[in-house]
């Protein structure tokens, strides 16, 4: 049984312990508040986006050869697209945040079978030392995505998008402040309609299904949105994982911080046991002098 002194340290350190995770917390929460509005305000805009931009993908690969040849010749590109796939996975840069990075490996085994040809790069501090103590091939993302980054801290990760056919992001998604999901997103180039991993919803097909007319042409729209949206795109997501993180701080921190105070409790009254022990052998021992006395 631990001594008066040892369970009164005790209690200084879970204390400290609890006090800490509770600072945790409520820093968590403020950032989750703060960026929560942002978040889900630009979400249905990057959606729409991105749906755009996948038919338009699918109405270029729709074209027949000829005109596409036409169309790529005048533009001075090669009809050769590349056929290579390639994975992001954000993670954190911190730790302390509960399972939000344990959701997202586990969401990750499940996609190596399926994309085991595919280039795999991971953003964030934490994943990249857990994938690379496993040994997992991948590519590190040469520059840290700071707290406040800009479109021009993405840039060298939106030219990825000049390498490979698609692009899928694995990401935590904020749904509300004690729910997230892992989910994967494939963005710009997104995936053509001929892909039967990835088919078309039936809304996308009916509006395939209609003749439109593109000024100048179907493939400068393409670039010219693209260039303007990949960004947004991964900007988008990116904030979402991070909203998704701070709850999942707020979530864990308040868990660590609950079983401080159950811990400190519990310890306080093994504190005062041993207490009441120690007063009552003085007080016998001080009835035994007198009765020898």
Do not use: C
Not at 64 to 81: N, P, R, V, W, Y
């Amino acid at each position: 049984m631990s001594t008066l002194n040892e369970v009164k340290e005790q209690m200084v350190v879970v204390g400290s312990v609890g006090d800490f995770t509770n600072a945790l917390q409520q820093i968590a929460t403020i950032r989750m508040i703060k960026l929560r509005e942002k978040v889900l305000r630009s979400r249905p805009f990057v959606e729409a986006a991105n749906e755009m931009l996948r038919e338009l993908v699918s109405l270029r690969s729709s074209l027949d050869e000829e005109t596409l040849m036409h169309l790529e010749g005048k533009h001075k590109k090669s009809t050769l697209m590349s056929t290579k796939r390639a994975v992001i996975i954000i993670t954190s840069n911190a730790g302390l945040i509960g399972r939000y990075n344990i959701e997202i490996y586990q969401k990750v085994e499940k996609l190596l079978e399926l994309e085991k040809d595919s280039d795999f790069y991971v953003i964030g501090k934490k994943g990249q030392e857990y994938y690379q103590a496993k040994r997992f091939k991948i590519h590190r993302y040469p520059y840290e995505v700071q707290e406040n980054f800009t479109i021009k801290d993405l840039q060298r990760l939106i030219n990825l998008f000049d390498y490979y056919s698609t692009i899928t992001l694995v990401y935590s998604r904020y749904i509300n402040s004690a729910t997230r999901d892992v989910v994967t997103l494939s963005v710009v180039n997104p995936t053509p309609a001929e892909d039967p991993a990835h088919p078309l919803t039936d809304k996308e097909k009916k509006r395939l299904t209609h003749s439109f007319i593109y000024e100048p042409d179907i493939i400068e729209l393409i670039d010219g949105v693209s260039k303007k949206l990949r960004a947004a795109l991964f900007q988008q997501q990116i904030l979402d994982g991070r909203l998704s993180q701070f709850s999942a701080q707020m979530i864990g921190m308040k868990t660590a911080s609950d079983n401080a105070n159950n811990l400190l409790a519990d310890l306080r009254v093994d504190y005062n046991k041993q207490r009441r022990k120690l007063i009552d052998k003085k007080i016998s021992e001080v009835f035994a002098g007198s009765a020898l006395w």
